[in-house]
């Protein structure tokens, strides 16, 4: 503190150093490489500046010099902790353009697969919740979970994390029988680890303590702020892209969108709760559904030889085969002209792709909505006035993922 004497009234007035911290860009709280420069009065926060591009990989524009095949490895460098989600998304956007219809058997699969990359998004985002208010034990014990979600991709694509899976037109291979296995298996013991997990934190006093009130934000702010996903629900807002703009078929599924009150942290870690509740019961519809298709073994991409590209083993023994692989892959297949937005319930809201063709081999532009991006720019407003350690827990509910707030 410093005294100063006002000339005017002659009265002492009394003025305030602050202290600028850095939060970042390297600091394990931030858990991705971004930095806020925070402006503090002792432990308040009094105001913050956010400084990205530590990582940025230009990831548009590295998509609009690439072949349309070629830019869903890209798509998981996204989100990597639901890069299913990231790779779907954009599958979609251009099977939108090109007007691929889907056989019901590829957008069941897919769902069962975005379904379970929201599982492995939430199940990270709310054990690091955990470790950030204290508490290691539950992200050590429901871990388990996303490894075994990593294992069902691993038999479905080869991969783990960055999967690279389906095509545009499908899925490169139908699933196996050890995924259905593995699938099962995890649909039986996952509810009894969320019912454990839920038991070390829901009405834990101090895991409460920690986050009611903690990084609050109103739904018209939030929505101000072009909020979406659980940070926008658990504001109050019940909006959903599933629900509100339907795709690969969810308008058939019977599922509920939780919502919250004060959109404070907990909130945001209650509404993922139950959110992982209702993704494994979409996941057991879809598997209804599909024992109760005719053809249950075929179909596992509709016949568009153009975008679709064609096994290895018809491209070793048949002419046709080989030519449609070489102009996928040299990007020689004819893509309309025209624009189009397509747009998926990522794990951290909407998540969507803008793209623009003007027939040729690559896009002309492609523009990616990343939700993070979006809602990272209300988290000045979020954290003023609490405390620094407030601040970090606010910023991990928002699970504000490098990769895509960095695109």
Known sequence: MKEEVNQDTKQEVISKEYTTLNLGPTHPATHGIFQNVLKMDGEIVVDTEQTIGYIHRAFEKLSERRPYGQITPITDRLNYCSSPLNNMGWHMTVEKLAGIKLPKRVEYLRIII????RISDHIICNS????????MTGFLYIFQFRERIYDIYEEICGARMNTNIGRIGGLERDFNQASWLKIEKLLEDLPRGLKEFEALLVRNRIFMDRTINCGPISAELALAYSFSGPNLRAAGVDYDVRVMNPYSSYEEFDFIIPVGT????YDRFMV??????????IIKQAMEKL???EDKTSYFAPDVPDYYLPQKLDVYTKME????????IMGETS????????????????LGYYLVSDGGRTPYRLHMRRPCFIYYQGYPEMIKGGYLSDAILTMSSMNVIAGELDA
């Open 272 to 281: 993922r709760e139950q959110e992982m509740w209702e993704s494994i019961k």
């Open 128 to 135: 690091v919740i955990g470790v950030d208010s204290g508490a």
């Open 114 to 117: 975005m379904e379970l990359a």
């Open 262 to 265: 004060n959109g404070d942290t």
């Open 291 to 293: 024992d109760k298709l």
């Open 335 to 350: 893509v309309p002209k025209g624009e189009v937005y397509h747009c998926v319930e990522g794990g951290n809201g909407e």
């Open 321 to 328: 085969a080989l030519i449609y692989h070489f102009k996928i």
